[in-house]
């Protein structure tokens, strides 16, 4: 799973595909633009230096990796 912003726009992408866009629903927390009702939320914390080092996924949590 990839998170990267594009024109100052957040997406998501699995994969190859070229991402969807997320939406922020609350500070640090957004959900995908499409099916406008969607659960899966996405949760952004541990912010040192400006970066996010944790993401919570519905719950899930994924920790940033420098590749």
């Known amino acids: 799973m ?3 912003a594009r024109r100052g726009q957040l997406f998501i992408a699995n994969g190859i595909d070229e991402g969807s866009p997320l939406v922020q629903i609350a500070p640090a927390v957004f959900k995908p633009a499409e099916p406008d009702f969607n659960p899966e939320r996405y949760r952004f ?3 040192v230096e400006g970066h996010a080092l944790r993401l919570f996924v519905s719950g899930m949590p994924m920790y940033r990796s420098e590749n």
């Open 2 to 4: 990839w998170v990267f």
């Open 45 to 47: 914390d541990s912010i």
